[in-house]
C-alpha cells in the first residue's frame, strides 16, 4: 500500500507514451516511419534540463524502473534498490529516466503493437532491432525532452551495453557512463543460451511463426522454458546452493517426473509468472540485439579504436560470481579503456548472487555507485 | 598555494610523504601509475599540483571507495597478476610506494613497471637500517621498527632488501638510477643520510629507468 511506502521511494509514477513521427533507419536496413516510446521519469528536470540521467533496462526489464503504478502494487519497479531520494541514484538531484526499448512489449512499439499497414499485430514482422536503434531511438525520445546531454547513461547487463553504445554513438551527448555487469559483446557460450532459448519459444505449438496474436494463444511453455534457462545463468552455484540445496517439496523422493526438488519449483514458478506478463516476440527480439551487440566490429575489431571518440568518465562494475558476464568480460572493456586513455574506474564487487547481483541489495556495489554519483551531482553542482 | 591544497598537502605529508620528494620528478601533464594507490591522495596532489593524468590501481575495498568518492581513477587490479593491461612504455612515471617488499615477485614487478613506464619511482623500507642490524645482530630476533612494523608471522613484508642489495639488482639489471633520496621514517633528509645511507637510512625514495 502507498501509505506503507518508505520515504527513499519515487512513489506512485506514471508511464507515459510518445509518438514520434519521424522516419527511423534501422541497423538491419529496413526503416520505421512512426513509433511510439514508452517511458517513465523520477525527480525534477531542473531549469536548462542538465540534470538528467538516462536509465537503460537489460532483457527482460522495461521502463517501469522505480516506484509504483497503482497503490496496490506489490512490488515496485525493477531497480528500486538504486532509484530513489537519497538512494545511489538520488532522484533529490537528479532527473531520471528510462524508456521501454523498441521492439519492446511495455507500451514501445514492439512486436505485440498494431501494424497498420498489414492491419494485424507485428508479430515477427517487426524488424530485428539493435543496440545501436535502441540508442538512437533514446536520443529521440531525449531530444523531445530537451535534453541536449546527459550527466549520465546507467545500465545493467543488456542496459550497460546501451550505456557503452550512448558513449561511442553520441560522444557529446554524456558526462558519464556506468556499465554495471555488462560485456563488450557475447561470448560462443552467451550466444548459445539465447539460441536455446529462442527455439524453445519457436518449437512451441503455440508460436504460429510468431502470428499467435491473432490465434488467442501463446507459446507459453516456450517462454516458460526460456525464461527457466534464462533465470539458471542469472544465478550462481553458490547461491542457487544457499537457497535451495537439495531441498525437497516433499518430505520423500516421490520418484517421479512431477516437482521434487524445491529449485525445480522455484524455476516453473519463475519461468511461469514470467510468461504472464512478457511477450515471446519481444524475447526473441532482446536476445537477437544482445547476439548482434559488437560495437568493435566496425573497428576491425578493435575495441580501443571503438573507443578513441568517446569523451564521458566511465565507472565499470562486475560481480564476482557472474558468470553469463564475468568480471572478465567487464575487465575487457576497462582495458580498452585504459589503453585508450579514457576516464575510468573499475571495482570487481565480491558477491555470491551471479549476474542478478546488479539488482540487488549488494552494500559494497551500492556505496560505490552512490559514491560515483554523489561525485557527479557535487562536480556538476546539483 | 589555495586552502584546498594546503590540507591536501598536510593530509599527503601524513599519508604518502614521500610524494613531496617524488613530486620533484614528475612534470606537468605527465601519465602517471599509481600501484598500490590508497585512497589516491598522491593522485589528488598530482593532478592539482601537476596536471596529471593517472590511474591508481589498488584492492583495499575502502581506499577504491574513497579514489571514487574524490574522482580519482581507481582499478581494482591485484599487483601481483602483473600489469599486462598496460602497454609499453604508456605512462611517464609508474610509482609503487612501500609494496615492493610485499609483492610475491619484486623482480617481476619491477621489470613490468620498467616495461610500462618511461621512468619509475619505487620506495621500499631500508633492511640495512642500523637499528635494523641491532635486532638482528644483538637480539638474535627478526626486527621490528616503525617502517616496518609487523611481527615475523604476520608480515606482508616477505622480500625485504637493505639499499644495496637494491642498487647491485639494478646493476645487474641494467637499471639506471636518475635519482635517490634516503630518508628516515619521518621523511627527513640529512647530512648523516646521505653519508651513510645504506647504515643510518630507514626509508628509500628511487627514480630508475631502462630507458
Known sequence: ?382 | MNVVSDKLTSLLFDQRPELLVLSRWVDFGDRVLDLGCGNGVLLRYLQKQKAVRGYGLEIDEDNILECIQSGINVIEQDLNQGLHNFSDLSFDVVVMTQALQAVRYPERILDEMLRVGRTCVVTFPNFGYWKIRMQLAVFGKMPVSKALPFSWYDTPNIHLCSFKDFESLCLHKKISILHRCVVDHAYQDSLVLRLWPNFFGEIAIYHITKC
Open chain 1, 1 to 382: 500500500m502507498i501509505d506503507t511506502l518508505s520515504k527513499d521511494s519515487v512513489g506512485l509514477v506514471a508511464t507515459h507514451l510518445e509518438t514520434f513521427n519521424v522516419p527511423v533507419l534501422l541497423a538491419c536496413g529496413r526503416k520505421l516511419n512512426q513509433f511510439v516510446l514508452s517511458y517513465e521519469c523520477y525527480g525534477a528536470l531542473n531549469a536548462d534540463k542538465s540534470n538528467a540521467i538516462l536509465v537503460c533496462h537489460a532483457l527482460s526489464g522495461n521502463q517501469h524502473a522505480a516506484g509504483f503504478h497503482h497503490v496496490e502494487d506489490v512490488k515496485p519497479g525493477w531497480w528500486e534498490n538504486c532509484i530513489g531520494p537519497g538512494k545511489a541514484i538520488d532522484t533529490d538531484r537528479f532527473f531520471v529516466l528510462c524508456s521501454n526499448n523498441l521492439g519492446g512489449c511495455h507500451g514501445s512499439t514492439g512486436p505485440n503493437t498494431f501494424n497498420s499497414d498489414a492491419k494485424r499485430p507485428w508479430g515477427p514482422d517487426f524488424p530485428i532491432v539493435t543496440v545501436d536503434d535502441w540508442v538512437k531511438t533514446q536520443s529521440i525520445l531525449a531530444d523531445s525532452l530537451g535534453i541536449n546531454r546527459f550527466v549520465a547513461v546507467i545500465g545493467g547487463s543488456l542496459g550497460g551495453m546501451q550505456a557503452l553504445q550512448w558513449a561511442i554513438s553520441y560522444p557529446d551527448r554524456l558526462k558519464h557512463a556506468v556499465l554495471i555487469a555488462s560485456a563488450p559483446k557475447l561470448s560462443a557460450q552467451n550466444i548459445a543460451f539465447n539460441e536455446i532459448a529462442r527455439q524453445a519459444i519457436m518449437s512451441d505449438p503455440g508460436f504460429h511463426h510468431g502470428h499467435y496474436y491473432d490465434k488467442g494463444s501463446i507459446p507459453k511453455k516456450g517462454l516458460i522454458l526460456a525464461r527457466m534457462l534464462g533465470h539458471v545463468t542469472y544465478l550462481s552455484d553458490h547461491a542457487m546452493r544457499l537457497k535451495f540445496g537439495r531441498e525437497l517439496k516433499n518430505a520423500q523422493y516421490q520418484f517421479d517426473f512431477d516437482i521434487e526438488f524445491q529449485v525445480e519449483s522455484y524455476l516453473r514458478y519463475q519461468g511461469e509468472a514470467f510468461s504472464e506478463k512478457f511477450d515471446a516476440n519481444t524475447y526473441l527480439l532482446m536476445t537477437k540485439a544482445l547476439d548482434y551487440f559488437d560495437p568493435a566490429a566496425k573497428t576491425n575489431n578493435n575495441l580501443t579504436e571503438a573507443f578513441r571518440s568517446v569523451q564521458c568518465g566511465f565507472l565499470v562494475i562486475s560481480f564476482t560470481s557472474d558468470w553469463r558476464f564475468s568480471p572478465k568480460r567487464s575487465v575487457e572493456i576497462v582495458n580498452a579503456l585504459l589503453a585508450a586513455n579514457k576516464v575510468v574506474s573499475y571495482a570487481e564487487i565480491e558477491a555470491p548472487q551471479g549476474h542478478d547481483s546488479f539488482l540487488l541489495k549488494v552494500p559494497r556495489y551500492q556505496a560505490i555507485l552512490k559514491a560515483y554519483m554523489e561525485r557527479v551531482a557535487d562536480e556538476c553542482g546539483f
